[in-house]
């Protein structure tokens, strides 16, 4: 298990042609997204990366954020009339629409709620891990899943095969869906088989909302446990945005304190806690002989919370981004995006659709989460808040 910077960019960055993900991922995202980037390898891996990482360059993410804020407004409306909430499930809806409407635009015929729930089955029941998942299956050993859960993948599968195949009879410009037919590798102009567009579209599904969502869910928790932070973000929204509607994208950064407290909310509860390899060629990683075969868990969790790499490591202070920005660099001790070639793809898309909704949610709403609440971080494949996260929230 490696929880240090210089070996986990060992792993990640400069010996990253040695390893590959292992049979847990394979294991786990398997049955939804074999073909996807998150799951392939190799070649296949390169030319999807090259493929599909202009989807979410600076250029898209200016069109994608009226969408998030339409979708906080619907969100809002919502708060209104029922301020009860759970926050990790509150924040999986807004996420997993926010995703829907980025990714598919307002598609026709296609039942979103179905969609939904089938996305959110498929999320809670397969990626759990399980003691099993750690087992030395062979790869044809098939991972069980509920009922519910495999009934829900295949609703997916079907659904987006649906959604794509309409695409391309009727081309709408620049949803994420068309951009991802459209994806070429701008070296060799080579596109993407029709089930690696499948799978890529329920990975973006699968990666893209829950991790969002959890952001969002311990980044509330925090601010609803500490009235200081919640006023500031107050402020600065009211200077920077006034009182009314939502984040204009040309605004984002000039958010520096909230994009602070999402910082430092990923610090202490990264919603990806870990990581795995698999080592593929002898090699020495941070002094030490490996081997091919060996596998490695990155537990950026454990990095985020060392007293060796980090002053007063426990507390909740966003102000240690503002006070010193190298601790965002690379190679520094904080990777809730992993780091190397596999980096998060969608790290722009998430941190704008993070800063945007703290904001709003913070300006317009006073977050009460009861004072006995300390939800203990559970490590699934994310890191979940056991219990959930009770709250309130009313109209400020
Ligand atoms: C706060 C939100 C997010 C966090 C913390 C997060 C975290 C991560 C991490 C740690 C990895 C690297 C995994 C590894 O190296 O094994 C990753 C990869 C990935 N993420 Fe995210 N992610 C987030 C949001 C998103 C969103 C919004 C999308 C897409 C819509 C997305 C799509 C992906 C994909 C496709 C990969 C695989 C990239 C590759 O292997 O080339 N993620 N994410």
């Not at 799951?39 to 030319?47: A, C």
């Not at 991802?180 to 080579?190: H, M, N, R, S």
């Not at 999402?262 to 090699?283: F, G, K, V």
């Not at 992993?338 to 006073?366: H, K, N, Q, W």
Request: glycine share 6%; net charge neutral; proline share 8%.
């Amino acid at each position: 298990m490696i929880t240090d910077p210089e070996g986990m960019m060992a792993v990640l960055q400069h010996e990253a042609k040695k390893f590959t993900k292992t049979a847990i991922d394979a294991r786990i995202l398997g049955p939804a997204t074999k073909e996807g980037l998150l799951s392939v390898h190799g070649e296949q891996w390169k030319r999807q990366r090259k493929a599909v990482a202009p989807m979410f360059r600076k250029r898209h993410m200016e069109d994608l954020a009226p969408l998030i804020a339409t979708t906080l407004d619907d969100f809002c409306a919502g708060l209104d009339t029922q301020p009860n909430v759970e926050l990790n499930s509150a924040m999986a809806e807004l996420t997993f629409d926010v995703l829907a409407k980025a990714l598919l635009g307002n598609p026709q015929g296609l039942d979103g709620e179905k969609l939904k729930y089938a996305t959110r089955n498929m999320v809670t029941s397969a990626g759990t891990l399980r003691p099993d998942d750690l087992l030395p299956f062979p790869a044809w050993v098939p991972r069980p899943i509920s009922p519910k859960g495999s009934l829900a993948l295949k609703r997916l599968k079907k659904a987006a095969d649906k959604l794509i195949a309409e695409r391309k009879i009727n081309p709408v410009e620049d949803d994420l869906v068309s951009l991802l037919i459209a994806a070429k590798d701008p070296k060799t102009g080579e596109g993407l088989s029709a089930r690696e567009q499948r799978d890529n579209l329920i990975g973006f599904f699968i990666a893209g909302h829950e991790t969002t969502a959890l952001t969002l869910t311990w980044a509330l928790y925090l601010v609803g446990k500490h009235a200081p932070t919640a006023e500031r973000i107050r402020e600065e929204v009211l200077s920077v945005c006034g009182p009314d509607g939502n984040v204009a994208y040309d605004q984002m950064a000039e958010l520096k304190f909230i994009q602070a407290v999402i910082d430092e909310t990923m610090r202490l509860y990264p919603p990806a806690p870990m990581l795995n390899r698999l080592c593929h060629e002898d090699t020495v990683i941070c002094e030490r002989e490996v081997k091919a075969g060996d596998t490695f868990l990155l537990c950026n969790y454990v990095m985020h919370r060392t007293e060796r790499l980090w002053d007063n490591p426990l507390a909740f202070d966003p102000d240690r981004f503002l006070r010193d920005p190298s601790l965002k660099a690379k190679g520094a001790p904080y990777m809730p995006f992993g780091a190397g070639p596999r980096i998060c793809v969608g790290a722009a898309f998430a941190t704008m659709e993070a800063v945007m909704s703290l904001a709003r949610l913070v300006r317009d709403y006073d977050i009460k989460v009861p004072e006995e609440c300390y939800p203990k971080p559970l490590m699934t494949v994310t890191l979940r808040p056991e219990g959930g996260v009770p709250a309130r929230m009313d109209r400020a």
